[in-house]
């Protein structure tokens, strides 16, 4: 086994954090290595006594406020109900991780360990066993531990802290973890392991190991070579040249352009870049003089380099860089050169770069890329988002959609389009679809030979393929703005569109609503920022494929009566309670046991990313032409044009407080009912309600399973 493999992928890493009821005035120390934005890390799940966990959230909330950082991994919480039950919370943790590395902690986190020890554990290196500080060997009366030296060494288990493949935790693990859990864990290793080995112990002084460049011949395995120096780990056959720096150092940027005109054009986006502390180096490649040049704007300075005798390829020019870069912006014209940049970006040392193409046209509206920190630019080609259309016998609405969605910007992604079509479908709609061309992506039509209705048009028109799938659900009376893709993927890279003007919800009926009036009335520092509600949007929103999936999931059981009546009232005095043919009834429900929320935008003058035109159809009857106007007005609200000078009293997607998204943990929360509230008094509610209706107080682990939410662990 060769330790110099590349490092795991990024964001393929979990850690386990158990905490104690007696470490919280240690937390803030214990969460620090995680609070930072990580390559690797995507989630770190906190696991602690339920009787804590209010306190723990809490305490959680405290440490999030006092942070600057926005974009470290996810935190989330397991809670257990007894120390009896702790190890089987733990292994059952590990069950529901979803990357494919998972770091085991004990309640010290990472305290006491080297700095060459936290770095490696923090970014370990792609290999099949657990590899950790403290390792051992059974012998027939006791355990012995093994002495860390200057090389790796073979144990025959580990105890946390850890770091090992998710795959090596097979289920029937779960069942050997009563007494020793860790024993267990390295005797299953050991039996799925050719050498019969649990786990590799990791030296004391890591960092030593850079000057020596030493072979360590472990036994029972083959040749070892590892490469370290302090700032970070290095993979052995990269020439020196820095593969991973620590995440809080600067990214390194390349633009590669053509011609001195489409710097100009990027430098919106660069210089924004460049003002927070990113390097970027520029490559004019079409350009005849092979002398550096300069190109200022009142912002900033680029120094723009050329293609030279000693560097007369991309590739060439790339290793006379004195690092990686983490992201290249190019144009996605294809030209000479540019048709080179994906083959020399999947070869080391630059297969963790990110490209990123955009085309000219829509670099003008393009500014808000700067305000994306680097691991969100790093993540850039990750989402996969799709459009889903679902339409019936309205070929004029369709049309305005269709039109609307072929005007807006992408930005270089492709965009797959799936239009469902319901079997009453006439026959000029079914000419629309047919006329309609996609230049953005793959299209999928669906056309149903059986009516469904409008709760399964909706809730059958897409279906995630993977945890990194999104889906955006649009009506065919819907109307997007041109910039309504830049705004998702934005809030998608950031945390995971239309901007409400009413709240439906109430008992009542529809009242009106203006976010920025109540943040201003209850003296929020910002009115202007995004904010987070329970209600969920039917009208131009994205959905996660977590939540998406499990409301599949919840819906079934909800229609089955296996769990309760059709017509119980899942959420108290509401008035969605009376739409028993909407699939949004179903997905409110869910939302209230969960404590979910949705993300809206807080434009002014309600300035949209989506509108609704209310036109007759499922949701609105006809109805005298007077009361529908005014009906309809209340829904009419500007859609979001391009930037340009021809529109300057509208607001751009960067008019948020700081020219940037906020923090998640810093966005104002609302119910159902549109009042003010929080993430953990939305939580809380959601699960006295799920008591009451369950009789069930088993703890609700957040795996996004409909099933264990209503305590049917036995439905299928």
């Given at each position: 086994?060769?330790?110099?493999?590349?490092?795991?992928?990024?964001?393929?890493?979990?850690?386990?954090?158990?905490?104690?009821?007696?470490?919280?005035?240690?937390?803030?120390?214990?969460?620090?290595?995680?609070?930072?934005?990580?390559?690797?890390i995507?989630?770190?799940?906190?696991?602690?006594?339920?009787?804590?966990?209010?306190?723990?959230?809490?305490?959680?909330?405290?440490?999030?406020?006092?942070?600057?950082?926005?974009?470290?991994?996810?935190?989330?919480f397991?809670?257990?109900?007894?120390?009896?039950l702790?190890?089987?919370?733990?292994?059952?943790?590990?069950?529901?991780?979803?990357?494919?590395?998972?770091?085991?902690?004990?309640?010290?986190?990472?305290?006491?360990?080297?700095?060459?020890?936290?770095?490696?554990?923090?970014?370990?290196?792609?290999?099949?066993?657990?590899?950790?500080?403290?390792?051992?060997?059974?012998?027939?009366?006791?355990?012995?531990?093994?002495?860390?030296?200057?090389?790796?060494?073979?144990?025959?288990y580990?105890?946390?802290?850890?770091?090992?493949?998710?795959?090596?935790?097979?289920?029937?693990?779960?069942?050997?973890?009563?007494?020793?859990?860790?024993?267990?864990?390295?005797?299953?290793v050991?039996?799925?392991?050719?050498?019969?080995?649990?786990?590799?112990?990791?030296?004391?002084?890591?960092?030593?190991?850079?000057?020596?460049?030493?072979n360590?011949?472990?036994?029972?395995?083959?040749?070892?070579q590892?490469?370290?120096?302090?700032t970070?780990?290095?993979?052995?056959?990269?020439?020196?040249?820095?593969?991973?720096?620590?995440?809080?150092?600067?990214?390194?940027?390349?633009?590669?352009?053509?011609?001195?005109?489409?710097?100009?054009?990027?430098?919106?986006?660069?210089?924004?870049?460049?003002?927070?502390?990113?390097?970027?180096?520029?490559?004019?490649?079409?350009?005849?003089?092979?002398?550096?040049?300069?190109?200022?704007?009142?912002?900033?300075?680029?120094?723009c380099?050329?293609?030279?005798?000693?560097?007369?390829?991309?590739?060439?020019?790339?290793?006379?860089?004195?690092?990686?870069?983490?992201?290249?912006?190019?144009?996605?014209?294809?030209?000479f050169?540019?048709?080179?940049?994906?083959?020399v970006?999947l070869?080391?040392?630059?297969?963790?770069?990110?490209?990123?193409?955009?085309?000219?046209?829509?670099?003008?509206?393009?500014?808000?890329?700067?305000?994306?920190?680097?691991?969100?630019?790093?993540?850039?080609?990750?989402?996969?988002?799709?459009?889903?259309?679902?339409?019936?016998?309205?070929?004029?609405?369709?049309?305005?959609?269709?039109?609307s969605?072929?005007?807006?910007?992408?930005?270089?992604?492709?965009?797959?389009?799936?239009i469902?079509?319901?079997?009453?479908?006439?026959?000029?709609?079914?000419?629309?679809?047919?006329?309609?061309?996609?230049?953005?992506?793959?299209?999928?039509?669906?056309h149903?030979?059986?009516?469904?209705?409008?709760?399964?048009?909706?809730?059958?028109?897409w279906?995630?393929?993977?945890?990194?799938?999104?889906?955006?659900?649009?009506?065919?009376?819907?109307?997007?703005?041109?910039?309504?893709?830049?705004?998702?993927?934005?809030?998608?890279?950031?945390?995971?569109?239309?901007?409400?003007?009413?709240?439906?919800?109430?008992?009542?009926?529809?009242?009106?609503?203006?976010?920025?009036?109540?943040?201003?009335?209850?003296?929020?520092?910002n009115?202007?920022?995004?904010?987070?509600?329970?209600?969920?949007?039917?009208?131009?929103?994205?959905?996660?494929?977590?939540?998406?999936?499990?409301?599949?999931?919840?819906?079934?059981?909800?229609?089955?009566?296996?769990?309760?009546?059709?017509?119980?009232?899942?959420?108290?005095?509401i008035?969605?309670?009376?739409?028993?043919?909407?699939?949004?009834?179903?997905?409110?429900?869910?939302?209230?046991?969960?404590?979910?929320?949705?993300?809206?935008?807080?434009?002014?003058?309600?300035?949209?990313?989506s509108?609704?035109?209310?036109?007759?159809?499922?949701?609105?009857?006809?109805?005298?032409?007077?009361?529908?106007?005014?009906?309809?007005?209340?829904?009419?609200?500007?859609?979001?044009?391009?930037?340009?000078?021809?529109?300057?009293?509208?607001?751009?997607?960067?008019?948020?407080?700081?020219?940037?998204?906020?923090?998640?943990?810093?966005?104002?929360?609302?119910?159902?009912?549109?009042?003010?509230?929080?993430?953990?008094?939305?939580?809380?509610?959601?699960?006295?309600?799920?008591?009451?209706?369950?009789?069930?107080?088993?703890?609700?682990?957040?795996?996004?399973?409909?099933?264990?939410?209503?305590?049917?662990?036995?439905?299928?």
């Amino acid at each position: 086994m060769n330790l110099s493999t590349p490092p795991i992928e990024n964001h393929s890493l979990t850690a386990l954090l158990p905490i104690l009821s007696h470490s919280f005035e240690g937390l803030e120390v214990l969460l620090s290595p995680f609070l930072v934005p990580s390559d690797t890390i995507r989630e770190v799940i906190l696991i602690c006594p339920h009787k804590i966990l209010s306190d723990a959230r809490r305490v959680l909330k405290k440490i999030l406020s006092y942070s600057d950082t926005v974009d470290h991994p996810n935190l989330s919480f397991l809670p257990y109900t007894s120390s009896s039950l702790y190890n089987s919370t733990l292994t059952s943790a590990v069950f529901r991780v979803r990357t494919e590395w998972v770091l085991v902690l004990d309640n010290h986190g990472l305290q006491g360990l080297s700095s060459g020890q936290k770095a490696y554990l923090l970014s370990p290196l792609s290999i099949s066993l657990p590899v950790g500080p403290n390792g051992f060997l059974r012998f027939p009366a006791n355990s012995s531990r093994i002495l860390a030296t200057s090389d790796l060494k073979p144990a025959e288990y580990l105890i946390p802290p850890f770091v090992a493949p998710t795959h090596l935790f097979s289920r029937t693990f779960s069942d050997l973890a009563d007494s020793d859990t860790w024993l267990a864990f390295g005797v299953h290793v050991t039996k799925t392991h050719l050498e019969m080995i649990g786990g590799l112990v990791l030296p004391s002084d890591i960092n030593n190991l850079s000057c020596c460049e030493q072979n360590s011949r472990l036994p029972s395995l083959d040749m070892t070579q590892i490469e370290h120096n302090p700032t970070g780990i290095l993979s052995a056959d990269n020439d020196g040249r820095t593969q991973k720096r620590p995440a809080s150092a600067s990214g390194r940027l390349v633009l590669a352009v053509p011609h001195l005109e489409d710097v100009h054009a990027f430098m919106p986006i660069v210089c924004k870049l460049q003002s927070v502390g990113h390097i970027v180096s520029v490559l004019l490649y079409q350009a005849s003089s092979s002398d550096a040049m300069y190109c200022s704007s009142e912002d900033c300075t680029l120094q723009c380099s050329t293609l030279t005798h000693t560097a007369p390829t991309f590739h060439n020019w790339l290793d006379s860089l004195d690092a990686s870069p983490d992201v290249v912006f190019a144009l996605d014209a294809q030209d000479f050169l540019s048709v080179t940049f994906t083959m020399v970006l999947l070869h080391e040392p630059y297969r963790k770069t990110t490209l990123i193409r955009l085309p000219r046209a829509d670099i003008p509206h393009s500014d808000w890329i700067g305000s994306l920190t680097l691991r969100e630019l790093r993540n850039w080609n990750v989402p996969e988002i799709t459009i889903s259309v679902i339409t019936d016998h309205r070929p004029h609405s369709l049309q305005r959609l269709l039109t609307s969605l072929t005007h807006a910007r992408y930005f270089g992604e492709r965009v797959g389009l799936r239009i469902n079509l319901e079997q009453t479908a006439n026959v000029e709609t079914l000419r629309v679809v047919q006329d309609f061309e996609w230049p953005r992506g793959d299209v999928f039509i669906h056309h149903r030979i059986i009516h469904g209705g409008l709760l399964p048009a909706v809730v059958e028109s897409w279906y995630p393929n993977s945890n990194d799938s999104y889906g955006l659900l649009l009506e065919d009376d819907i109307e997007v703005s041109p910039l309504f893709f830049a705004w998702i993927k934005m809030t998608v890279l950031r945390y995971r569109l239309y901007q409400q003007k009413m709240i439906e919800l109430r008992p009542e009926g529809r009242r009106s609503f203006d976010a920025r009036a109540l943040f201003a009335t209850d003296g929020i520092l910002n009115p202007n920022t995004p904010y987070l509600s329970q209600i969920p949007c039917s009208w131009g929103a994205v959905y996660f494929p977590e939540h998406w999936r499990e409301f599949h999931d919840y819906l079934s059981i909800r229609l089955s009566e296996y769990s309760m009546k059709i017509h119980e009232n899942v959420v108290p005095d509401i008035r969605s309670n009376k739409w028993v043919k909407s699939w949004k009834k179903y997905f409110i429900e869910l939302v209230y046991l969960r404590g979910y929320v949705m993300l809206y935008p807080n434009y002014a003058n309600f300035t949209s990313l989506s509108i609704n035109h209310l036109e007759i159809g499922s949701h609105v009857k006809d109805q005298p032409e007077k009361e529908y106007l005014r009906k309809k007005a209340l829904f009419m609200l500007p859609l979001m044009p391009l930037t340009n000078s021809t529109a300057p009293l509208f607001p751009g997607l960067l008019d948020l407080p700081e020219q940037r998204l906020p923090s998640l943990s810093s966005l104002p929360v609302l119910d159902l009912m549109g009042k003010l509230s929080s993430a953990s008094d939305l939580l809380e509610r959601g699960t006295e309600r799920r008591t009451e209706l369950t009789s069930c107080s088993a703890t609700i682990f957040l795996t996004y399973d409909a099933r264990e939410l209503m305590c049917l662990q036995a439905f299928t």
